[in-house]
């Protein structure tokens, strides 16, 4: 998308002879901004295409690309599951990177035995996938009862009997 709000407060400097691209000073470096619904829609551009939102240039870079690189290697591989991606699905917008990673991680997830999705997951995380009545599941409930407070399951049984 043009960075419009950007444009308002830094000068932003189109470089000559490429439509979409802009240089722009930021203290003594120069940042190069690339706005992907404008580049030209030229084959030497497919791989920043399947980044865009517009619809019309993802299928103009998956085109392109295709033509250009027929087997993954390398960085391209990533090139290559974005292309897959939008083949299967064509998004409206392009992807966060949040949702780029909770994604990422769920596919990898999916495709490890249940022993290899628990290494090196934090446990509060594997947790929270499970209600408490799996968690609890094979669990004997001397060995459950021994982490509590005596005066809180006291408690607790007095609240059952009132209730009930």
């Known amino acids: 998308r ?10 932003l400097q189109p470089v000559a002879d490429q439509s979409g691209i802009y240089d722009l000073r ?18 030497h ?13 993802i299928r ?15 960085h391209w591989a990533l090139l290559e599951r974005l292309y897959l991606t939008y083949l299967n699905e064509a998004p409206d917008m392009a992807y966060t990177m949040e949702e780029f990673l909770h994604e990422t ?3 990898m997830l999916a495709h490890l035995t249940p022993d290899e999705r628990l290494r090196g997951l934090d446990p509060e995380e594997v947790l929270k996938r499970y209600d408490p009545e799996t968690r609890l599941q094979g669990l004997d409930s001397d060995e459950v009862l ?10 607790w049984l007095k609240k059952q009997r009132r209730d009930h």
């Open 60 to 74: 103009q870079g998956m085109e392109h690309y295709r033509a250009q690189h027929h087997a993954p290697s390398g």
């Open 26 to 43: 930021w203290g003594s470096h120069i940042v190069r901004i690339i706005v992907l619904n404008a580049i030209a829609p030229k084959p």
């Open 45 to 57: 551009n497919a791989h920043w295409a399947l980044f865009a939102s517009a619809r019309d240039r």
């Open 2 to 11: 043009q960075p419009q709000a950007l444009a308002k407060h830094y000068p």
């Open 105 to 107: 991680k769920e596919m």
């Open 146 to 155: 021994k982490h509590y407070d005596p005066d809180l399951i006291e408690s």
